[in-house]
């Protein structure tokens, strides 16, 4: 069965570093979202993004994030100068056109020291 | 925006027994009711889902009801198993536009044998 996928299953980051967190959402999916958990708290939305562009950000999606789809299979989330405060989880999830359904992939445990 | 606000945050039940997780939703326009079942080091799955067109669903031993009127909607566990063990999130959207889901607290249900 089709699943998404992320790397790295972990990243530990110094404040202000850049990281790179990496889905691959299903092949025939269009529509691709970022959620976020921070360790007891709940799964916030981000942002999604289809058809090349961002269709919804959250209040949380400020201007040192950022999302890319460069090839037919790689969806990134880019956080420019990580803070404390970004250490949570980080889901990919993908839907197609056809199903209400998002399919999550299994997360990116970030940590900033 | 939509909130939604489930209990209880833990729950423990005996083998065999019966489990009932409850939300509640903020925004009359939510009409997608999802419930993700989320095991230690994955990601949410998927396990039944609601449209507000229907009141109940089933799904062998997983059942979802939903009153619209008073915005709420539940999750029938039956029969438990030391499987049934994780941490479980109800979500709510609107599928017009890009379908963000809000979600729950989630509670952690523990079968005990």
New interface residues.
């Given amino acids: 069965e089709p699943e ?1 996928t ?1 790397t790295p299953s972990h990243q530990v980051t110094q404040m202000g570093q850049e990281v790179i967190l990496r889905c691959v959402p299903i092949s025939n999916h269009l ?1 691709f ?1 970022w ?1 976020r958990q921070i360790l007891g ?5 981000l942002v ?1 993004f ?1 058809n090349n562009e961002i ?2 950000k ?1 209040e949380i999606f400020d201007d040192q994030f950022s999302v890319e789809r460069p090839d037919g299979s790689n969806f990134t989330l880019k956080i420019r100068s990580t803070k404390l405060e970004d250490s949570a989880m980080y ?1 990919c999830a993908s ?1 197609p056109n056809s199903q ?8 990116t445990r970030l940590l900033v020291l | 925006g939509e909130n939604v606000e489930q209990h209880p945050s833990t729950l423990s039940v005996q083998e065999g027994d019966s489990a009932v997780i409850k939300c509640t939703y903020s925004d009359s326009a939510s009409n ?1 009711f ?1 419930w ?1 079942k989320q095991e230690l ?6 396990i039944i ?1 609601i ?1 507000s067109n229907v009141g109940e669903k089933k799904d062998q031993r997983i059942a979802v009801t939903l009153n619209k009127t008073a915005k709420h909607f539940s999750l029938h566990i039956t029969e438990t198993q030391p499987e049934d063990s994780a941490v479980y ?1 109800c ?1 709510a ?1 609107d ?1 017009q ?10 509670t952690r249900l523990t079968i005990n044998p």
């Fill in positions: 998404v992320q529509y979202y959620y708290q709940k799964v916030e939305f999604s289809y269709s919804e959250s889901f839907r209400e359904t998002q399919y999550f992939g299994p997360g | 997608y999802p993700y080091g994955k990601g949410p799955q998927l889902d449209r999130f979500a959207t599928t536009g890009a379908q963000k889901l809000v979600f729950g607290q989630g």
